[in-house]
């Protein structure tokens, strides 16, 4: 199913609603559909998905995006059309097949997919999906959970320097940042976005991201921005 887009209807499923912005044109998949925005157009219909992370990725030019917790690929065509070389990491079986038909949909030749989840050790670990949502959430490995791969940063980017590191993992973003310490010495202009689901993870991951030079700032709603001191 191909839908053309021209307005802001209210959908079902993973898509919440739709909002219609200035940028590139692009086409996104998922359970719903197809969709093709026209010229000059861009979706953004991901829950959460608020304008200062869209501003901050779509200004990035030339640079390398590392989106970890892809998702459906909101952020990582986003930054993938602005000429950007995108690390797209997303662990979650039944989202992966919607990422790679969107890098497909949109012939991201620049975006390099790991079916993964960041973390600070390499290893499995457990993988829960949220009932009825995209979202899942990776541990520590427990009896009869589901199993996926998990890897450091550091080990992913095997000595690229990002520009910007983009953390959504429903609460685990404290085990991403350890899993990238060689990453957040050595990058010295690099800003990383995660997401805060309530004070302890702020608490524990501005205080990590500090020993490292970073100072954390509010960017909007539950998303913080760092950036170097």
């Known amino acids: 199913m191909k839908l053309f887009v021209r307005a802001m209807p209210k959908l079902h499923g993973p898509i919440d609603a739709l909002k219609i912005v200035a940028g590139r044109s692009y086409k996104m998949r998922d359970e719903v559909g197809t969709y093709t925005l026209p010229d000059k157009w861009s979706m953004w219909c991901f829950?959460?998905?608020?304008?200062?992370?869209?501003?901050?990725?779509?200004?990035?030019?030339?640079?390398?995006?590392?989106?970890?917790?892809?998702?459906?690929?909101?952020?990582?065509?986003?930054?993938?059309?602005?000429?950007?070389?995108?690390?797209?990491?997303?662990?979650?079986?039944?989202?992966?097949?919607?990422?790679?038909?969107?890098?497909?949909?949109?012939?991201?030749?620049?975006?390099?997919?790991?079916?993964?989840?960041?973390?600070?050790?390499?290893?499995?670990?457990?993988?829960?999906?949220?009932?009825?949502?995209?979202?899942?959430?990776?541990?520590?490995?427990?009896?009869?959970?589901?199993l996926v791969r998990g890897m450091r940063l550091d080990n992913i980017l095997a000595g690229v320097v990002p520009d910007i590191v983009k953390i959504d993992v429903e609460g685990s973003e404290l085990r991403v940042l350890r899993g990238m310490e060689r990453t957040l010495r050595e990058a010295r202009e690099m800003r990383v976005i995660f997401e805060v689901l309530n004070p302890q993870i702020e608490q524990e991951c501005s205080s990590y991201l500090l020993k490292f030079g970073f100072r954390t700032e509010m960017l909007e709603g539950a998303n913080r921005i760092a950036l170097r001191t």
């Not at 200062?52 to 993938?80: M, P």
């Not at 790991?114 to 009932?131: I, M, N």
């Open 47 to 146: 829950t959460g998905v608020e304008e200062s992370i869209r501003k901050t990725v779509s200004d990035l030019r030339e640079g390398v995006f590392v989106d970890v917790g892809a998702n459906f690929g909101w952020h990582t065509i986003l930054a993938a059309k602005n000429g950007n070389t995108v690390y797209a990491i997303e662990p979650g079986p039944a989202v992966l097949p919607y990422l790679r038909a969107n890098v497909d949909l949109n012939q991201c030749s620049n975006v390099h997919i790991f079916s993964v989840a960041a973390w600070d050790r390499d290893g499995d670990v457990s993988f829960a999906q949220k009932h009825g949502t995209v979202h899942g959430k990776t541990s520590d490995p427990t009896p009869g959970s589901a």
